[in-house]
């Protein structure tokens, strides 16, 4: 199944499992010189500022991860555009001869454009959604004043999506 076009509503559901599933994604920046892409963890919520009221299989909610200062920061900075590329459920598959091997999986494209979250309470909310996917247990401790403070904390608002899933 590939989904190009706008997803419906059993493909935006796939999706959604895909981005709350998957452990890491890789997200493309354009910096001066063309097109980066960095592997980066992060965390699908349903709700927040990009979630918005839509139809039944359009995109919705947020996208948010943390970095430091470098490369990504800079090109973020110049251009908000992004892409984020995540796959789940990849398993090789035995065909009747090399040509004919394979993989199942389910992906998902994102594109939308990435914002830095400068207020505090937002920015603990999206770490604290970060962690909770990583480690449910840490989530209600307290983060290091100095750790909190180097942290940017980042939201992609959702403007379309894709779904792709090989059996």
């Known amino acids: 199944m590939d989904t190009s076009g706008p ?8 999706a959604r499992q895909v981005l709350h599933g ?38 919705s909610g947020r996208v948010v991860f943390h970095t430091g200062e470098g490369r990504k920061t800079a090109a973020l900075a110049a251009d908000a555009r992004v892409c984020l590329a995540v796959t789940d459920s990849v398993a090789f598959r035995h065909g ?9 999986y389910r992906s998902v494209l994102l594109w939308g454009r990435a914002w830095r979250i400068d207020e505090d309470a937002e920015r603990e909310a999206a770490l604290r959604t970060i962690v909770g996917k990583y480690d449910p247990g840490a989530a209600g401790l307290p983060f290091g004043e100095a750790d909190f403070a180097r942290t940017l904390l980042y939201e992609i608002v959702i403007e379309a999506v894709s779904y792709k899933q090989e059996p």
């Open 7 to 14: 997803l419906s509503a059993a493909a935006w559901a796939s």
């Open 22 to 59: 998957a452990p890491y994604g890789y997200l493309a920046v354009t910096e001066p010189g063309g097109p980066y892409v960095v592997p980066l963890n992060f965390a699908y919520a349903e709700e927040g500022r990009a979630a918005g009221a839509k139809a039944a299989g359009e995109p």
């Open 96 to 104: 009747d001869g090399p040509c004919a091997d394979a993989f199942s």
